[in-house]
């Protein structure tokens, strides 16, 4: 029976599905025990991301149901009794390109972003598409986990390097992190998708029915964001639009807040912000959350009940919003130095040197709090149209 080896890439271009690529090549023999295809044209930079896919048949053929036939006359073979799942673990220099997440693959215009954040937020959390990313029964999940559980127990005071499959600016702390001191890395897993280079727009309606998550000190990002920082990326100079958040915390978790940030610290942080307060806490369901973007005001609504309207100045973000188009962001993220006030419950201050430390320090008091499913952002459809 033949086995072969087929690889499909791109450079610096995403691939659609299962499209031939720029390199298509079908390896028919191993060298060395190995399959393997070389392009010794090829020049790479530093920076450059290669896209594809992969096709392996060992030991014979499928037909178009995937079943295993003959090669010479198609008839099936009766396939033996596959064996056990063995649990694997993976170290930070066997991480992969980023893959479909499991389960029903998402639209080809979405992105995920793989990288250490460095947002205006600063959340103790790094974006993988990992196993907290799935899809399951048409329904996007992203769940927090901690970083120990991936690669071991104390990571955070070792390095983390994603520069092979990293999104963020190639050489900058965004791909490679070494902890020093009381500098830890970031001590939990999320992820996000985004519409960023793929689908941008200006003006319209979003609607997004969504399943919040509970547990301590967890938050969704449900927003639209500047495709061009035109005033820079610093302090939310250049804006963002929530469509929705709800702090994870059982002491919060009734308060719906949405709205343009134009500033990362209080009081002007807030300053457009709506807020709608529930009868129960928003994570018991799937709630519809909607912004309408208009050239002169912003509305926002929950389950078709309008609760806010804002008409910002002129300038600042109204002023940014006219010269750009804004793109879909949606996923998890944990602390970090301004979403949370400082509260005497909170293990952390803002301002601290060690505030992420301290963060990870008091895991005994929040971790408890969170759950596989309840502490999960679920996503059940993401909806623009235009107005």
């Known amino acids: 029976m033949d086995s072969l080896f087929a690889f499909h890439g791109k450079l610096n271009e995403e691939m659609e599905g299962l499209e031939a690529g720029y390199w298509s090549r079908d390896i028919t023999k191993a ?25 392996v048949i060992k030991n014979g053929y499928v037909n178009e149901e995937g079943n295993p036939v003959n090669a010479q006359d198609g008839s099936l073979i009766e396939a033996a009794p596959a064996p056990s799942a063995v649990p694997l673990s993976a170290s930070p220099d066997q991480d992969q390109a980023p893959s479909e997440p499991e389960g029903r693959a998402l639209p080809p215009n979405i992105q995920y972003p793989c990288q250490l954040s460095l947002s205006k937020d600063f959340p103790f959390n790094v ?15 992203i769940k927090p986990i901690t970083l120990e559980s991936k690669y071991g127990e104390d990571y955070i005071r070792q ?3 994603i520069t092979a499959r990293c999104t963020g600016i190639i050489g900058t702390a965004e791909c490679f992190r070494e902890a020093s001191g009381p500098q830890i890395l970031p001590p939990i ?38 495709r061009d920082h035109v005033y820079g990326i610093r302090n ?21 807040y949405a709205g343009p940030i134009m500033c990362d610290t209080e009081p002007y942080r807030s300053a457009y912000l709506q807020q ?29 009940e309008q609760y806010g309207a804002i008409t910002p100045p002129a300038e600042g973000f109204y002023k940014t919003a006219s010269e750009n188009n804004f793109y879909v962001s949606i996923g998890l993220n944990v602390g970090g130095v301004h979403e949370f006030a400082d509260t005497p419950n909170k293990p952390w201050t803002n301002r601290a040197t060690k505030a992420m430390l301290n963060f990870w320090n008091a895991r005994d008091q929040w971790y408890s709090t969170w759950y596989d499913d309840s502490s999960a952002l679920e996503v059940d459809y993401v909806r623009v149209y235009a107005l």
């Open 31 to 55: 060298k060395n025990g190995r399959w393997t295809f070389r392009d010794r044209n090829a020049e790479l930079k530093i920076g450059d991301t290669v896209y594809f896919w992969t096709y």
């Open 127 to 141: 974006y993988l598409n990992d196993r907290n990313l799935q899809v399951r029964d048409g329904t996007l999940i």
């Open 159 to 161: 390095s983390l390097d």
């Open 189 to 226: 897993i999320t992820s996000k998708i985004t519409t960023k280079n793929k689908f941008a727009f200006k003006y319209g309606r979003v609607e997004i029915r969504a399943k919040m998550p509970i547990g301590d000190w967890i938050y969704p990002e449900i927003q639209l964001e500047p």
């Open 236 to 256: 939310y100079a250049s804006g963002v639009l929530r469509i929705a958040t709800i702090k994870g915390n059982a002491e919060y978790a009734k308060k719906l």
């Open 276 to 304: 709608k307060q529930g009868v129960d806490l928003w994570s018991r369901d799937f709630h519809n959350y909607t912004l309408e973007w208009r050239p002169g005001t912003i509305s926002l609504f929950v389950d078709g």
